[in-house]
């Protein structure tokens, strides 16, 4: 890792978490921003890797804000420098099929009914009405920033910041699936029964993620990094 | 063919089926599941003949008990966990030590007391457990588990989409015309075998009062002061009883000060990796864990570090040591 060079996406930091997993990092350790653009690059990155790398071989590709994870199959013996010549060749590869790969993010209109257990309290904590912590929460655009924590959790981010709260001090030991909830920046659908410190403020039935997807050949999760995500009261709906 | 040989009669603490892992699903922010201890399973897959990865029975900390319904070979690896064999023709118990294969008959018992030494171990079948797949594994991982929709003992799913419970029924493939060598010697004989075997299997370690766990000091390491970090690498840490295949939580004396500036965005987590929450006590990621975290990590466990913290039962003491400072590495496999 040479840490004298400010990481990037062309000139990532690599790091070797165990025998056969790799980190790509683009960004520095201390730094505080996502970085929106790089996160897109990174999926997209990881798109074409999905495609290229058979599964047997690159079994698990995880991007994220800071950088790509490389997990081999343990019977892969590499070292640091067929990891980078592997990069290179990814790297090249890559910007001849970002040309036909155009980056298509999707629009998704989630019906939400607000009647979430938490929407009061949330509205006497940021001094403003039911209505208008609805109003807010359903005019604004949010955009998928990372998938994780449960099977396609996505975390929306951009939520106003008149609508900005601490998580619960106490988590909740179950929240059922469906619960369209905020936390600080974000928002998020849960899209199955997990404990949750997140303010509830409403339900829906928007299907997150569906694991018989899998077998037909589809992409389980619904949502992709970079999609737009709205939420629409359920009666105007 | 397809047929029920397994009626389990107690689950024990918790009891799944397992393979390699499932590919390609932390991006969806599914867990890669698979075997906790990855050599023990390696042995499974080589005594019953099978493709490596395929599904086996994991058995965690014993408390199990099952009922044969069929006549069938098993083959038990990993822990000792005081396996007991009730032979229904001879109507009497036989121990059971790990690395065996032993010829089940109908209306025999095989129960699981709980561990001597070890803490997980694997049951394989001459033949194939037939299981539901998920994302194109057979891997449980319990925070994903549908025991709502699964509630009462049933075949379809048991296993994979939940842990087991009192009642399910285990069905397999068997492999009739496999009838290796091994079976032939008398089961005393077998059990040498364990000594054989004894080179790859934790017990050299497991029996010592702290055992030796490798890492590669990676990730934050060097973000953390020195002196945590030598004060990390000469602690000792008991594991809590609040592990499970998520992550092995570890207690140590005086918790470790997490370095100030880091950036709290979420990144990728490795397996192995050992997370610093804000407690200051280090959590040691297992198969189940969750795709991304935003806590410093001090490094990661290597493959056979693993396999002993797999082994590790709750309350022995572990300390961890940089792998560079390892003269010997015994992870051959």
């Known amino acids: 890792m040479n840490t004298t ?20 990092r683009c960004l520095p350790f201390d730094a505080q921003q996502v970085d929106q653009l790089l996160a ?28 790509i994870l490389l997990q081999w199959h343990p019977s892969q013996r590499l070292n640091d420098e067929s990891m980078q010549i592997h990069w290179q060749t990814w790297r090249d590869g890559f910007d001849g099929w970002q040309d036909h790969h155009p980056w298509q993010p999707r629009h998704w ?113 619904t949502f992709r990094v970079g999609d737009r995500v709205q939420f629409v009261p359920r009666e105007c709906y | 063919m397809n047929q029920p040989l397994v009626t389990i009669q107690r689950p024990g603490l918790q009891s799944s089926f397992q393979d390699e892992g499932r590919q390609r699903s932390l991006h969806w ?34 408390g199990t008990e099952w009922y044969i319904q069929h006549t069938l070979w098993l083959i038990i690896t990993g822990a000792d966990l005081q396996a007991q064999w009730w032979r229904e023709n001879e109507q009497r118990w036989m121990d059971l ?41 057979a891997s449980c991982v319990v925070r994903e588990s549908e025991t709502a929709l699964l509630p009462t003992a049933s075949t379809a799913g048991a296993g994979t989409l939940r842990p087991f419970l009192a009642g399910d029924v285990l069905w397999a493939t068997l492999d009739a015309t496999q009838r290796p060598e091994w079976a032939r010697m008398p089961i005393r004989m077998q059990q040498l075998n364990v000594a ?23 990730s934050q390491w060097f973000w953390f002061d020195e002196k945590v970090r030598q004060q990390f690498l000469t602690q000792r840490y008991r594991i809590s009883s609040q592990s499970n295949r998520m992550g092995i939580r570890c207690d140590g004396e005086q918790a470790l000060s997490l370095p100030q500036g880091l950036s709290t965005l979420s990144e990728p987590i490795a397996l192995g990796a050992i997370q610093c929450p804000a407690n200051g006590q280090p959590i040691v990621l297992m198969n189940d864990h969750q795709s991304l975290g935003g806590y410093p ?17 709750p309350h022995q003491s572990v300390r961890f040591y940089d792998v560079r400072d390892m003269v010997f590495s015994p992870d051959i496999s």
């Open chain 2, 297 to 313: 990590k001090l490094g990661t466990v290597t493959r056979w570090g693993r396999h002993l913290l797999a082994q590790a039962r």
């Open chain 1, 109 to 221: 209109v989630v019906p939400t009914y607000y009647q979430g257990e938490d929407l009061a309290k949330v509205a006497q904590r940021t001094d403003l009405s039911i209505d208008q912590v609805i109003q807010l929460h359903s005019q604004t655009l949010f955009q998928v920033q990372t998938i994780g924590f449960t099977p396609g959790f996505a975390f929306l981010g951009d939520l106003p910041v008149a609508l900005h709260l601490p998580r619960r001090a106490q988590p909740r030991t179950q929240l059922p699936a469906g619960t369209v909830a905020i936390a600080e920046g974000q928002s998020a659908i849960y899209p199955q029964a997990t404990p949750g410190g997140w303010h509830c403020i409403g339900q829906t039935d928007f299907v997150c993620f569906d694991w018989s997807r899998w077998e037909q050949g589809q992409n389980p999760c």
């Open chain 1, 5 to 24: 060079v400010i990481p990037s996406f062309k000139t990532p930091w690599w790091q070797r978490l165990n025998e056969n997993t790799w980190l790509a």
């Open chain 1, 40 to 67: 897109l690059h990174l999926t997209q990155f990881s798109d074409y890797l999905h495609q290229v790398e058979p599964a047997h071989r690159l079994t698990q590709i995880v991007p994220s804000t800071v950088g």
């Open chain 2, 97 to 137: 030590s790990p690395y065996v294969r032993i010829h089940m008959k109908t209306g025999d018992r095989l129960v699981f007391r709980g561990s001597r030494c070890g803490w997980v171990a694997y049951v394989a079948v001459l033949g194939q457990w037939q299981c539901r797949h998920r994302l194109g594994s």
């Open chain 2, 29 to 62: 922010g599914v867990g890669q599941g698979g075997v906790l201890d990855p050599v023990a399973a390696k042995w499974a897959w080589y005594l019953s003949h099978q493709v490596p990865g395929s599904p086996l029975v994991e058995i965690i900390g014993g």
């Open chain 2, 196 to 218: 054989i075997l004894g080179r790859d299997s934790p017990w050299v370690d497991l029996d010592q009062a702290v055992i030796p766990i490798p890492f590669f000091p990676t």
